[in-house]
């Protein structure tokens, strides 16, 4: 962690690269012992660039951490019944440990239906209905947690924040992020609020808070005077806005005005180099356990 202002830098990346040379060495030792490696597969459906970029830098992660790569590339116009049918087929496959089925489809495409078809134990992403409803439940534990929000969590704990009795503030309440990182804040025993498009006066509440969870997809949304001195922000969102001094013509922020919150916080994430790196390692990393689940049954 680095220091800039008055808050420490969370690296993310820094982390992510430590998680990826542990999850290595098992696999090398899952190799040796057992002549095994995990599989993860990921289907893709069309070509949208962001998407395109994200897959490449999972199969990329993935070759440099010893799991096999399967790839699932359809066209934009393959129907809901030619996605369930190659969803079915990797279920079947006793190579695979992992699926990812890349969002967003297609709108012609019903993604609920497509995300259930997964099998729960292969459910890398953790987004299975049934991980989510476990994560709700005192005392139950899903097979896998979502891997960003999973994320979150980790970023947390590497750099010594306490949970635990700490007031605990998400801006932004989606399936994907919002919703599953309050639940596991919660389960670790913080106070939390979530805060969305419909709070009013939202900063009075992120003020009171010791970590803020920022994941609402608003560029800078969340201001220095925002903050309580002190407490630790980890910033989920990737925005692009617009930049003439960049090659891209854009730049990369977060949810967070970077800039001002680091003068007040204790903790922070930058963007890029927060959270992002995380989402992957926490991918390989629920790939490896599913992996090793289904090795200790076939045994």
């Not at 990826?20 to 040796?32: N, R």
């Not at 700490?166 to 919660?186: E, F, H, Q, T, Y």
């Not at 003020?207 to 994941?215: K, L, P, Q, S, Y």
Request: net charge neutral.
């Amino acid at each position: 962690m680095a220091e800039s202002g008055g808050a420490q830098i969370i690296d993310g990346k820094l982390i992510a690269k430590q998680i990826h040379w542990s999850i290595a060495q098992e696999i090398t030792t899952l190799k040796e012992r057992h002549d095994k490696v995990p599989g993860l597969a990921v289907l893709i459906v069309g070509e949208r660039k962001d998407s395109q970029t994200y897959v490449r830098m999972k199969r990329k992660a993935c070759a440099e951490v010893g799991i096999k790569s399967f790839d699932v590339d359809l066209p934009a116009t393959a129907t809901e019944e030619e996605i369930l049918d190659a969803v079915l087929a990797l279920n079947a496959n006793p190579e695979i440990q992992g699926i990812l089925v890349q969002l967003p489809l297609p709108k012609h495409v019903n993604e609920q239906k497509i995300l259930l078809a997964i099998s729960i134990e292969k459910d890398v992403d953790g987004f299975h209905p049934l991980n989510i409803g476990n994560l709700t439940m005192k005392g139950r534990e899903p097979l896998f947690s979502p891997c960003t929000p999973k994320g979150c969590i980790e970023l947390l704990k590497e750099s010594g924040i306490a949970i635990a009795g700490k007031r605990a503030v998400v801006v932004g309440r989606s399936n994907i992020v919002g919703m599953p990182v309050a639940l596991m804040l919660n389960n670790r025993d913080a106070t939390v609020t979530i805060v969305h498009s419909r709070t009013k006066n939202p900063e009075a509440i992120i003020r009171e808070a010791d970590i803020v969870i920022a994941a609402a997809g608003q560029p800078l949304m969340i201001k220095g005077d925002w903050i309580k001195p002190g407490a630790a922000v980890i910033d989920v969102g990737t925005n692009s806005v617009d930049d003439p001094s960049k090659k891209s013509g854009y730049r990369l922020v977060g949810d967070v005005d970077f800039e001002e919150v680091k003068k007040v916080a204790g903790f922070i994430t930058p963007v890029p180099g927060g959270v992002g790196p995380m989402t992957i390692a926490m991918l390989l990393q629920n790939t490896l356990e599913s992996a090793k689940r289904m090795f200790a049954l076939e045994g």
